[in-house]
């Protein structure tokens, strides 16, 4: 169990971690578990109602693991459980669509999909983090119709208060767009470019 982080003591069982640790370093995974595709870190599975990620770029995967394990207390991102520093982390498994399969036809629900995004983009600033590149692809919706912010990726800190505060404009114009424009013509894919 050596250089195995617990992020949710609580939330996750010794035997899970040991089981999940031994699939991992015996490369069962893809026999073992439910591939559900590739993120910006890399392969992605299912397996016991779980997410785990696997990382193809070592360096990349502490840091998404550093900004998810900054974040997950927040609703708008899945729970971290536990993660293997540069090798894996196991998170909530989110098993509703992506936004951008629905946002067609939830015409009501795309008003508050804005306003939680509006209100996890204000806690991610407090945290010095600016979620660049969140798009229609990495924000997925519970059984509830929660959104989760399901990758990291490119995500920056950013220390600098001047560019914290450019970031923010540019989010809540882009945010301000895609529910005038989504309001207007029904049409528009959720999409924001709110680069620093």
Known sequence: MKNIIVHRENEVSLDFIEEINFLFKSKLLDDKCDFLGKGSCGNVYSYKGYAIKICKDEKREIYDTFILNNLDEYECFPNLYFYIPGKLMVTEL???????????????????????????????I??????????????????????????VGSFEILKNIEQLEKAKYRYYKDLEFVERTYNDSHTYRLKFKNAI
């Open 94 to 124: 989110i098993t509703g669509p992506m936004i951008e399969n629905v946002i067609e036809t939830e015409v009501v629900a795309v008003s508050n999909w804005v306003n939680q995004l509006k209100d996890t983009f204000d806690y991610c």
């Open 126 to 151: 407090s945290k010095n983090i600016v979620p660049i590149d969140l798009n229609e692809k990495n924000v997925m919706l519970t059984l509830e119709g929660q959104p989760k912010i399901v990758d």
